[in-house]
C-alpha cells in the first residue's frame, strides 16, 4: 500500500458520490487542496466528518458537495461563523444539510473506536448539555462493575480518511510533527486513506515527537506542496492569516462567494 499518485488520480479512485469522508487536521496540516479537488471532481451527497470543520468544509459546502456534516465545532478560526455552513443549515442553500453535532472529545473516541476496531466508545462526556437530546448517535450506558451511568458513541469508520503531513518515503511511508491532532486515528479508523505531502524524500530522518504512519495504513500519497494553505506545515510554511479574515466577507454572499470558487478553484488556480 501506501501508493504514490498524483492528487486528482487518488481522489477520483477514493472519493465517491455518496461516501463518508474525513479530511481532518487541528488548525495544522489541513488538507485544503485534497478538498479544492474533491471540488473540482464534482463530487456529490458526501457525508462529510471533522472535529473542527473550518473555511475547507465551508467552501466545500458551498459548492454542493455535501449532504450531511459530523462534527464537533464549526467556524472560522479566530473570526466568526462559517456563512456557507449557516446559509445550507438555515436556507438550504445550494442543498440541505444534516447536522449530527458532538463533543471534540466524543468525535475523538470514535476515532478511536475506529481505529482499534471496536464497536463504540464510553467517556464521561456530554453532562450538563442537550446535545444526547439532539443527537440520536449519543446514548447513557451504565457500567457493569461500578453502576456508572456514562455515555456511549458509535465508533467512526470513514470511506475515505484524508490528511496532509511533511513527507513521505518513496516507500509510502509517511512522517509528520508538529499538532498532529487525530491524523493517526482517522487514517486506521477509514477503510481507505489518502496522506498529501510537502515533500517525498528518498529517506525519512528522525524528527524529535514524529509520528510515523507505515505505507501499510495509507492506501495512498500524493506530493502536494502548500497542500495545506491556508493552515500550516510545520518546518515548511506559515498560517495565512490573511485568507482566513479575507474569507469571511468572501462567504458572507453567494454571489462572491460563486465567483471566488470559479476563479480560485474551478479554474484549477491555486486559492490565495
Known amino acids: 500500500m501506501g501508493v504514490i499518485a498524483s492528487l486528482p488520480e487518488a481522489i477520483a479512485e477514493l472519493v465517491r458520490d455518496g461516501a463518508t469522508v474525513a479530511l481532518e487536521g487541528f488548525t495544522h496540516l489541513i488538507p485544503v487542496a485534497a478538498g479544492h479537488e474533491i471540488i473540482r471532481q ?18 466545500m459546502i458551498g459548492a454542493g458537495c455535501a449532504r450531511k456534516l459530523i462534527f464537533s465545532w464549526a467556524g472560522n478560526p479566530g473570526v466568526g461563523s462559517l456563512h456557507r455552513f449557516r446559509d ?3 436556507h438550504g442553500w445550494p442543498a440541505p444539510l444534516e447536522i449530527e453535532e458532538h463533543s471534540h472529545a466524543g468525535m475523538a473516541n470514535r476515532y478511536v473506536a475506529g481505529a482499534t476496531g ?3 466508545a464510553v467517556l464521561r462526556g456530554y453532562v450538563g448539555t442537550d446535545l444526547p437530546a439532539q443527537t440520536t448517535t449519543i446514548k447513557p450506558i451504565t457500567c457493569p462493575f461500578t453502576g456508572e451511568v456514562l455515555t456511549a458513541v458509535p465508533a467512526l469508520n470513514p470511506d475515505v480518511g484524508i490528511v496532509h503531513a ?8 509517511v512522517q509528520m510533527w508538529g499538532i498532529t491532532g487525530v491524523h ?15 515533500e517525498i524524500v ?26 495545506a494553505h ?8 506559515e498560517r495565512d492569516n490573511d ?28 486559492a490565495t
Open 42 to 59: 464534482g463530487r456529490r451527497d458526501l457525508t462529510l466528518v471533522r472535529m473542527t470543520p473550518d473555511i475547507v468544509y465551508d467552501e
Open 88 to 90: 445550507a443549515v438555515r
Open 118 to 120: 471496536l464497536p463504540f
Open 166 to 173: 511533511q513527507r513521505a518515503d518513496r516507500a509510502g511511508n
Open 184 to 198: 493517526k486515528e482517522v487514517v486506521l479508523a477509514s477503510r481507505h486513506s489518502l496522506v498529501t505531502v510537502e
Open 202 to 227: 528518498d529517506h525519512l530522518d528522525p524528527r524529535p515527537g514524529a509520528v510515523i504512519l507505515p505505507s501499510w495504513a495509507v492506501t495512498f500519497v500524493a506530493e502536494v506542496p502548500g497542500g
Open 230 to 237: 491556508p493552515s500550516y506545515a510545520m518546518g515548511y510554511s
Open 243 to 270: 485568507y482566513y479574515q479575507a474569507w469571511d466577507a468572501i462567504s458572507r454572499d453567494r454571489e462572491a462567494f460563486s465567483a471566488w470558487l470559479r476563479e480560485r478553484v474551478l479554474s484549477g488556480v491555486p
